[in-house]
Structures are given as structure tokens and as C-alpha cells.
């Protein structure tokens, strides 16, 4: 024998209706190590094989009754994994290609020489050793992706709650260093108040009362925009101009721009007539927009650009969905890193070091979704941005 | 003849308020409302001493304080850093600047174009408080 085994007990049906060559290959098997189960037909071959859950098989195809093929193919049927090795007769190809085809993973001739049927039995055992591990892997792997896909959900989750953490804790902070900066104010306002009583200064208690009047101002503004942004409501829209109202806020912010050598420009469209909006909302939408972007030049630190911020409008008629407005506010400021514009919509959150209370957008964005419109932003950092408004011009 | 200070900070309400510290401490003063302004009022005006905002738009007191320091007219000009920065940074900004001058020299003297290491005169945190402000100013001023 060409091939040594190792006395580990592989169970192997054997069928053959030929007595004689069952008990010699009997023999030679259970010398080289299996233990061998026979079976006189394909029958009782087929029952043992249910019994016994074996992985091997080694059978003759020319029997009575049920034959190779028909055992080889009701094997596979309840076992595909099962490695059936058929004898066939010498020269007998036809036979040999079908068994193939059902699932055999190997065939032999007669008169059965021990080396051949030793090498067959040989690679089928490790087939199936193959076909174990493989199992195994993939259960593993079944599992590893179990525990995986738990492992992120649990990180999802916590990130979830992070996040809603950030967000809290973004809003409290913002707001506080907001509210911070408005109680300074104040305290300027009343230090100036008493010593311009005390030391009989008016021009003092002048510039101190003003200064707790703009800060008094603040606050009701900070507190009419939380209101305005926790408040669900439609808009109340009316027959309006969007043309005027940009030159309305241009004409507000005119003076802010120039004090900080900013050219404020509008372009307008002047086929954009009338529609049908909430006119306070979105004068606000525009004051916020527009004030923004002076700011970003103002926070600007490469001091050698010519600063501009240019508000636009547009009318335009798209297929299907009839007339849009559109307002575009563009200016070469600052301008803004991914991140930022990330946030930009999503939160409370202001780089105007307290200066901001990070809710404009927010009111900006809730007033335009309220409108059924859409906003969107361009930028780069260093190059400046773009806001986008899209508004259904709807007539009543 | 009282002494001029200058103001340099974005709020104008800061501004108006410590002017009017300043006045009832017989100091006069002028304001600006970023680094930039800063710098021409200050080759202009030749204070006594400089309050100065950390963040401001435009130029920011950093650079401001680095770009007074190394120009020969200026920088022996005393300088008093008022600022709101670590409680909005949450970064202790005093330690920062004066528990740090350990820091490697070389590296500073590339990255400022300083010659030396230096540090500003005073410094406060916002909110500001007269009192402090005062004595900050007196020691800044040598009083």
C-alpha cells in the first residue's frame, strides 16, 4: 500500500450486491483503518446511510433493484456534503461521467486495484475534512458578524446619545457666553449710570442708560428668536414684493457694511413682480443672511481682499414645478470649513465667540421649510460662501 | 498731564465702559475696535499703555501684541491683555502665556519674528472688574 494511514476510525458504507468482492474490500479497509459498514444493495445501503450519518460512501453501480446512480443521487439528496466514490465497470466512461455529474466525487474502475481505491478514499476524506472546516469558518464568521453588527449598534447608540449630548451642551454654552456678554453690558451700563449720578457727568449717565437699553434689547431679541425658533406656525403670507424687501434689509445693514469698508450690492430681477409670502419672515431670513456674510468679512483676517457681499434675486420658471424664487446672498469672506457647514443647519452654534447666539440659521432655515422652500449653502474657507433660497412663488 | 490709554477691543460697549473706568480714575483714553485699528491709532496717538482683546476680528490681539513688540517705536509701550478667551476656550489662557516661557525660544523667535521671548505687561479676564482693572493698570504702568 502506497498510502499509510493513521488508525483513526473513518466509518465507510460500502455497497456492492456481490458478496464476494464486499468481504475483500471489507477486509482491505478495515486493515487500513475504517470502519467499514456493508450493504448488499443499494436499499439497504440507503437505509444504513440514514441510520448511521455517515459522510462515506463507496458503491457499485451495477446493481439490481436501485442502482449507483440512483444511490449516489437519493445520497445527495439527504446529504449533499456526503462523498460517494462509485465502482464502475472497466472502459464504462458514459457511466463514470453521469455519476460525476450527480455529485460523485470520484469514480473507479474494475477490476479495483487497492492503490487507486486508496487514493480515491484518500482525497474524498479530505474533502470533507475541507468541507468541516469550511462549515466551521462560516459559522465563526456567522457569529463574528453577530457580534459585530451588536458591537456597532451599541456604538451607534452611544454615539446617538453623544451627539445629543453635543448638541445640549453646543446650546447651553452658546447661549451662555451670549448671555454672558449681554449681563457686561449691562454692568458697563449701570457702572457709567452711578458714576454719571454720583459724579453729576451727564454725557456719562447718557452712554451708560443707552448701553442698558441696546443690552435690554439683546435680551428681548434672544428671547423672541427661541420663542420663534420652539414655536411650530405657517406663514402668514400676503401678496408682496421680494425686490422691496432686499432693498428694505440692504438699506438697514448699509451702514454696518460701509463702517467695516464692505461693498454691499444687490442685483435684481426685475421680472420678479409680486408673490405670495410671509413678508416679516422672510425679511428676517434675508437680515440674517445678509448680516452673516458682512460678518464673515468682517471676521475675515486677510485683510488685503476687497470685501463684497452681494444679494441677488431671481425668477425662474422650471418645468413641472412652475415659477421659483431665488435669492442668493454671496460674499468673499472668511468662508467655512466642512465641518462648520455641517453644523450650520443642524444646531445651536455660533464662531461668533459669544457674539451669536447660533440660532439665526436655525430661525432662517425653519422659516423657509415653513414655506415649503429649500436653502443650501457653497463654501471654502478663506474664499467666502454662497446661500441659496429657493421659494415657490405660488400666487393666491 | 493724565495719562492716555488705548482700548482696544470689538464691543463697543467694552470700550464705552472701561473709558469711563479709565475717567474716573483720571486716565484718558481712545478707542479701536480691532488689531488693525489698533496698530494705526497706536503709531498716531504713542499711548501710555495698551488694553488689549485677544479676539477680534481682522487682527486678532495676538498679532496685534507680536507686531507692536517688534517695531523699535512701539515696543517698549506697556501692554495689558483683557480677555474673555479661556472661559470661551475653556483653555486657561494666563497659565498659557506667563507658566510657559520654558517653551523652546528658537521656536518662538522663528514663528514670531520676535527677538525674545516676551510677554504682555498685565493681564485680566473679562468680566472686567474696575477695581482689578486699576491695579492692574497702576503695576503695568510702574505707580
Known sequence: MGVKRLTRMTKLLLIDDERPILEVLDLSLTSEGYEVITAESGHEGLKIFEEENLKLVLTDIKMPGIDGIDVLKKIKAIDSEAEVIVVTGHGDMDTAIAALQHGASDFITKPIRDEALMLALERAERKLSMTKQLKDYTENLQQMVERCTLELKQAQEELIRNERLAIIGDTVAGLAHYIKNILTGLRGGMYMVNTGMARDKSYMLQEGWAMVQRNVEKVSGLVLDLLRYSRERTPERSVCRPNEIVSEVVELLKDRAEEHHIELKKVLDADLKEAYLDRDGIHRVLLNLISNAIDACIYDTDTSKAWKVTVKTMLATDVGSGETILFEVTDNGCGMTDEMKEKLFTRFFSTKAGRGTGLGLLNTQKIIYEHGGEISVKSKVGEGATFSVRLKREMP | MSKKILIVDDEPDVISFVSAVLEENGYTSIGAKDGVEGLEVLRKEKPDLVLLDLMMPRKSGITMFQELRKDPNMSNIPVVVVTGVSEVTGVDFRNFMYKQ???????????????????????????????????????????
Not at chain 2, 525674545?116 to 477695581?131: A, M, S
Open chain 2, 101 to 143: 516661557p520654558l517653551r523652546d525660544e528658537k521656536k518662538f523667535v522663528e514663528t514670531t519674528g520676535l527677538t525674545k521671548y516676551t510677554v504682555p505687561d498685565g493681564y485680566i479676564e473679562k468680566p472686567i472688574e474696575p477695581g482689578e482693572l486699576i491695579k492692574v493698570i497702576k503695576e503695568a504702568l510702574k505707580e
